[in-house]
């Protein structure tokens, strides 16, 4: 029953048309394309119709930029009164899009949707081949200077309000956001999303792209919030791991990639926050440690870069909250059960921290936050994020990502 229910999810999201095939979030709080949520989306759609699975990726990478970015939003249909929509991220060629990346979670995600009929893919998998990895090569070229991942903006990380962030976002302006409507407000509890200072330091950081163009040296160089991230690095020596694996399937030379991810291995370790002792973000502009350990640090095992110190944050966090694992530390003052990414559990993290067990042979891990995410969603629905501790809905309903995971994963 939770089959058909996360299935017609899906299809209600579904918002094909002559221009191509890409679901939404969820109705109404997003109604545009999203990145990451996009590779979730295929992963799903891969347990019953992998034509349409490959679709949705391929729709994602049309509105790639020349340089090889793949942007966080593509604005396929006007929704007035979306805020902040194309008028004001003033980005994209013919399709508008938002001027920043997200989680490069699709090479890993399409992977998996090849797997689920390796014959049908491999066609589409080589079309998309040198797509995905002109990005892979944007991510090492315009973010990985300090060694690991940075980001420009909370909202290319994904995790959008984190604690991870706070330290950075210190450092930018917001009061000249002016008055302004947010439509999240209009549809989820405000208390369960970013506050209004978080919001207009957001709005601060689009106006600074804008302003230069999208312009990646000057972002790279000035952009007031500047912040390299553990859980962006996992993701990101995962998704070269799991494109190598595919470009050899198909007769590439992976030399450059294999290069790569082994150049974030050893990039990663100026994260290594020995006073934490955890994989920390860290704020490039001021050197200053976010001193917490979020849910980026617990994609370590994704990428195979897992310490002994990590296994015991593992057990804490898995003894201090009753399901899955939280989006921030539940013993930090910062934790807070409800909202957003500052203490929710989040289904597709749970997915990513899972796929992460599986490779490092954490069987019991993986099968325990995978039932964990299964009685989240029996209980409360397909909900965007969970509280932690008493498994209440929070944020969207009918959200694609859930419905994804749960065919592809959790049910
Ligand atoms: C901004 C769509 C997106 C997710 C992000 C999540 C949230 C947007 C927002 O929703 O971010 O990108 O408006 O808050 O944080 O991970 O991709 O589901």
């Not at 890409?22 to 590779?39: E, G, H, K």
């Not at 909202?339 to 099968?367: C, H, K, S, T």
Request: glycine share 10%.
């Amino acid at each position: 029953m939770h089959d058909d229910t996360a299935r017609a999810i899906l299809r209600g999201n579904d918002r094909t048309t002559d221009g191509g095939a890409y679901t939404v979030p969820t109705d109404m709080l997003y109604p545009f394309q999203w990145n990451w949520d996009s590779a979730f989306a295929a992963w799903g759609f891969s347990t019953f119709d992998t034509d349409r699975a490959w679709r949705e990726l391929e729709t994602l990478f049309a509105a790639q930029w020349a340089d090889g970015m793949v942007p966080h939003m593509v604005f396929h249909d006007a929704a007035p009164g979306y805020f902040p929509g194309p008028d004001v991220w003033g980005a994209g060629g013919e399709v508008p899009t938002s001027g920043i990346s997200q989680p490069p979670v699709a090479a890993t995600m399409a992977r998996l949707v090849w797997e689920a009929d390796p014959e049908a893919g491999r066609t589409r998998m080589a079309a998309l081949y040198p797509k995905l990895l002109a990005w892979h090569r944007w991510w090492m070229e315009t973010r990985c200077g300090s060694g690991a991942v940075a980001v420009c903006h909370p909202w290319e990380s994904g995790r959008d309000n984190c604690p991870d962030w706070d330290v950075g976002l210190a450092g930018v302006d917001g009061s000249g956001a002016g008055d302004y409507a947010r439509r999240d407000e209009a549809q989820v509890d405000g208390a369960q999303r970013p506050t209004k200072q978080e919001y207009d330091r957001y709005l601060a950081l689009v106006r600074f792209g804008r302003d230069c163009g999208w312009d990646q040296a000057t972002i790279v160089a000035d952009c007031p919030f500047y912040m390299a991230d553990p859980g962006m690095t996992f993701i990101l020596i995962r998704a070269h791991d799991d494109l190598a694996a595919m470009g050899r399937s198909l007769g590439q030379d992976v030399t450059e990639l294999e290069g790569w991810a082994a150049a974030l291995r050893d990039g990663v370790d100026s994260l290594w926050n020995p006073e934490l002792g955890a994989w920390d973000a860290k704020d490039l502009r001021s050197g200053a440690w976010a001193g917490i350990v979020g849910s980026g640090a617990l994609l370590c095992w994704l990428a195979g870069c897992e310490r002994p110190e990590m296994e015991a944050h593992l057990a804490r966090m898995w003894d201090a909250v009753t399901y899955g694992l939280p989006s921030s530390d539940p013993e930090a003052p910062s934790f807070e059960r409800k909202r957003y990414w500052r203490g929710p559990v989040w289904p597709q993290m749970n997915a990513l921290i899972a796929l992460g067990f599986l490779r490092a042979g954490r069987d019991w891990d993986e099968a325990r936050l995978r039932e964990e995410t299964a009685t989240l969603i029996e209980t409360s629905g397909f909900r965007e994020y969970f509280d932690p501790i008493d498994a209440a809905p929070c944020g969207g309903d009918s959200f694609t990502w859930t419905a994804a995971v749960w065919l592809a994963w959790a049910g």
